[in-house]
T-cell receptor
């Protein structure tokens, strides 16, 4: 059973507009959430994270929002740039998990058109 | 600053052949991981090592073995490769925080 879901396999936006990537989870024991970005032929790289005790975390053009009651988080990219085109993975850490194992979603391919 | 380094980058194997993927990290991290990525499947954990001397199965361990050689190195072995093991393999590590740091990937094709 998939505990971290990214229901949109792909998303296309215009340069300069907002990109919103969504992630839903089912396990209420998740206590920390991360977003990773992956370019083709490269490994995933950490982008931004949020603790379950917060509802928002911002880093430059990237903001992650967490709605615990809805078990939903989203990544906002404003303004979107062509270099943001990549696959974005949502990941969650289980509060009872050992050694910081993360559960990943299947990813969303973001394409930012010039 | 190398981070997580894995070799080889590309490999083609025949069904039944064996091979080892090597991984090393220079961040003094305790925990190391092997993931595989397949189209539409995201990142799935194969094996992990919480610390030097320990290894545990992840989500998809069948057909693989691992060795935590020392704190820096964590290898993944395919004893008898199968076409279903065609994938991109990522080694990763974590220190005291939650953030996982990934290597650049190893593209494996089994024919």
């Amino acid at each position: 059973d998939q505990q971290v879901k990214q229901n949109s396999p792909s998303l296309s936006v215009q340069e300069g507009r907002i990109s919103i990537l969504n992630c839903d989870y089912t396990n209420s024991m998740f206590d920390y959430f991360l977003w990773y970005k992956k370019y083709p032929a490269e490994g995933p790289t950490f982008l931004i994270s949020i603790s379950s005790i917060k509802d928002k975390n911002e880093d430059g053009r990237f903001t992650v929002f967490l709605n615990k009651s809805a078990k939903h988080l989203s990544l906002h990219i404003v303004p979107s740039q062509p270099g943001d085109s990549a696959v974005y993975f949502c990941a969650a850490h289980h509060s009872g998990g050992s050694n910081y194992k993360l559960t990943f979603g299947k990813g969303t391919l973001l394409t930012v058109n010039p | 600053n190398a981070g997580v380094t894995q070799t080889p980058k590309f490999q083609v194997l025949k069904t039944g052949q064996s091979m080892t993927l090597q991984c090393a990290q220079d961040m003094n991290h305790n925990s190391m991981y092997w993931y595989r990525q397949d189209p539409g499947m995201g990142l799935r954990l194969i094996y992990y090592s919480a610390s030097e001397g320990t290894t545990d199965k992840g989500e998809v361990p069948n057909g693989y073995n691992v060795s935590r050689l020392n704190k820096r190195e964590f290898s993944l072995r395919l004893e008898s490769a199968a076409p279903s093991q065609t994938s991109v393999y990522f080694c990763a590590s974590t220190g005291s925080g939650y953030t996982i740091y990934f290597g650049e990937g190893s593209w494996l094709t089994v024919v």
